[in-house]
């Protein structure tokens, strides 16, 4: 995030205003997940397969874990392209929770290379989903790589644990990039609290650690 709060440009261009050590911090986060999880407009913009650097890979391998987490798209409307480069990467398996309006064809191309969670409603049910990635996939930890649409409403459902945010120096200004949350002119439905459990600078950049502070007790 730029320090005016902003997580990508106007035209929602690929990050690339974050240093080196930043996207190592991505890996070793990542690397530490179950799953990775990633909303449909940021897997489309940039193109990412969320994978993991080899030295990565093994030392998760000698933690007794799979190479690399199982790697999550969420779609409400499905209309994915089976020719994006994450599904030319084999490093995990693939699961996709979308809805039946993703159409037949689509459905026919992905099937060959992800396992499909197609809900008859029209919007995915994200708690539902999280439960089924706990009891069908075994998935305890789940590192959510936004984008800010898919982080905002985990963080409307009180679904958040914890915030790994890298302070970039920049400032972009203008209403039509997104913030942390989004392009929302809505507040929150409640504020939330958040608390720094971490903090650390290198350069100009400033990697923070927020323990989300939970609204509701859960079911
Ligand atoms: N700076 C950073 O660290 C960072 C991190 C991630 C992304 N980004 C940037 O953020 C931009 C994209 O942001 P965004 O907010 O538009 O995208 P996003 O959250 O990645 O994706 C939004 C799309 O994901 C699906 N989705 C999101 N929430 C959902 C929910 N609750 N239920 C079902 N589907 C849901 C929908 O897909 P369908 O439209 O297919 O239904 C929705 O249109 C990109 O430019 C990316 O580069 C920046």
């Not at 649409?149 to 679904?159: I, S």
């Not at 942390?180 to 720094?196: K, N, R």
Request: hydrophobic share 40%.
């Amino acid at each position: 995030m730029t320090v005016d709060g902003k997580v990508t440009t106007k035209n929602f261009g690929p990050v690339d205003f974050t240093s080196r050590e930043d996207k190592l911090h991505l890996f070793r986060q990542r690397a530490l997940a179950d799953a990775v999880l990633i909303g449909h407009t940021s897997l489309k913009r940039d193109n990412v397969r969320l994978g993991l650097p080899v030295d990565l890979q093994q030392a998760r391998t000698k933690r007794k874990q799979t190479p690399a987490p199982w790697r999550v798209i969420v779609s409400n409307k499905g209309r994915i392209d089976h020719r994006l480069k994450i599904f030319q990467s084999t490093i995990s398996p693939i699961l996709i929770f979308s809805t039946t309006r993703m159409p037949k064809k689509t459905q026919a191309a992905l099937k060959a290379k992800a396992t499909l969670h197609l809900t008859e409603s029209d919007e995915i049910d994200l708690a539902a989903m999280l439960e089924t990635l706990r009891t069908k996939y075994n998935v305890r930890k789940i590192a959510c790589e936004g984008g800010p649409t898919l982080f905002r409403a985990l963080l409307e459902l009180d679904l958040i644990d914890q915030l790994n945010l890298t302070i970039a120096p920049y400032m972009f200004g203008g209403a039509k990039a997104p913030t942390l949350t989004g392009l929302s002119t809505e507040f929150l439905p409640a504020s939330v609290h958040c608390s720094l459990i971490d903090m650390r600078t290198s350069g100009d950049e400033c990697f923070l650690t927020y323990r989300i502070k939970h609204q509701r007790r859960r079911n």
